[in-house]
């Protein structure tokens, strides 16, 4: 296998890989990333496939989904300072 990620050099089969992961981005979205939906309470789905982000700040306008709402709360914290 030739690539420039070290971690694709492991021994770990892609098999053995989680059908989806979720990255914890600091002060930012969660990403999630492989096979999932989003679902509704009801069911219905919103989202599946690849990689999404989902809001974790609670100002996003497409809630769950970010919207980079997020870094405007930085930025207004950093200059307030």
Do not use: Q, W
Not at 20 to 33: E, F, K, Q
Not at 52 to 78: E, M, Q, T, W, Y
């Amino acid at each position: 296998m030739s690539s420039s990620c070290p971690d694709a050099e492991s021994d770990v089969s892609v098999d053995d890989l989680p059908a989806a992961s979720i990255t914890v981005y600091p002060d930012g979205p969660l990403i999630v990333r492989g096979d999932f939906e989003v679902r509704e309470l009801d069911g219905t789905v919103l989202d599946g496939g690849h990689t999404i982000a989902l809001c974790r700040c609670g100002r996003s306008a497409v809630k769950p989904f970010c919207d980079g709402s997020h870094r405007n709360r930085r930025l207004s914290r950093r200059t307030s300072t």
